[in-house]
């Protein structure tokens, strides 16, 4: 049953869209104990009739309380943190409370698993924490930048940390995919840039990539699976065959596409055949990540437009009925 095996588990934001998938993948696979840490009790009193599992325990609490995560997590052998202030214009309207979430929650949640003996930590990211142009993006960064430093600021603990970066989820709370099936009858969809590409990954392959770096992690990587890429206006044309494509131009912080690797990052990322690892470049914990995987040519950039792989309209029409 690998890694998460009689394991006692927390997941912060565990009430969100990828905090009930993957809880509800980790009851499968033989887990002690899963703390679903989250500051909404509504979502948590819903998630309790859902999930009637005795191995599940609810915690309301925020990262941004840093001795509230303490008591959280005594006893804790992995965090997932998946907990973050994550919509772009949120974000651009409440700045200083995007930095308390993703970056202090961030210095919190490490702090935290190293005093308390924590044995794994994996930090969910995001494509947009690649070269950013908007706050969400850039407290995103910074947290990265923190859980793989937190490998040397560890010092001689055992904790170790590890980073996951992936693209939009079909379907997540606040995505288009949901909004465009709420308007389609009104016979118009919006739709920012026609040129607009994303990376696209089902909450599914999300968490068991999730998993599968648990048990892959040395401490100080990002990884980054390969995912397709889709054109926004196929992704209308899936949804809304018969609508009328309403072009409304880009919005503050929006990029025409979204990039997970780029050229200064992937000097020191390694490829395997179905996902990269950046490689912390200030500790060396990680380096024997590098077996059975093979560098980068110099310039090398993965970005949602220059992908290899694209989902068709069909693939997409499959995926959105499957939500």
Not at 96 to 120: C, L, M, S, W, Y
Not at 296 to 307: I, R, V
């Amino acid at each position: 049953m690998g890694v998460l095996k009689d394991k006692v588990v927390l997941v912060t934001g565990g009430t969100g869209s990828f905090g009930k998938k993957f809880i509800g993948k980790a009851l499968t696979l033989g887990v002690k104990k899963i703390i679903v840490f989250s500051r909404d009790e509504l979502k948590q009193y819903e998630m309790k009739q859902e999930f009637q599992d005795e191995r599940i325990r609810f915690f309301i609490g925020d990262v941004r309380d840093k001795e509230r995560l303490y008591r959280a997590f005594d006893g804790v052998d992995i965090v997932i943190h998946a907990a973050a202030m994550k919509h772009v214009d949120a974000c651009e309207y409440n700045p200083f409370e995007a930095v308390k979430t993703n970056i202090h929650g961030a210095q919190n949640i490490i702090e935290a698993a190293i005093d308390r003996g924590v044995e794994k930590v994996i930090a969910l990211s995001t494509d947009k924490a690649c070269s950013p142009v908007n706050l969400y993006g850039a407290t995103k960064l910074a947290s990265d930048k923190l859980f793989v430093a937190a490998n040397a600021y560890v010092g001689e603990k055992k904790t170790r940390f590890a980073v996951v970066r992936y693209g939009n989820v079909v379907g997540s709370r606040g995505s288009v995919v949901p909004f465009f099936k709420k308007i389609r009858d009104t016979g118009k969809l919006p739709i920012t840039d026609e040129r607009m590409t994303r990376f696209w990954i089902t909450l599914d392959k999300g968490v068991q990539f999730v998993i599968d770096n648990l048990e892959r992690m040395y401490g100080g990587e990002i990884f980054v699976p390969k995912i397709p890429s889709m054109k926004v206006t196929d992704l209308a044309k899936a949804i809304g065959p018969e609508c009328e494509i309403e072009v409304i131009g880009i919005r503050p912080g929006e990029k025409l596409h979204e990039a997970m690797i780029m050229e200064d990052d992937a000097r020191h990322t390694v490829e395997f055949n179905d996902y990269y690892v950046i490689q912390p470049e200030l500790v060396s914990l990680a380096q024997e990540q590098t077996n059975g995987g093979k560098a980068l040519a110099d310039g090398f950039a993965y970005t949602s437009d220059n992908n290899t792989e694209w989902l068709t309209i069909e693939q997409l029409k499959d995926l959105v009925e499957e939500m």
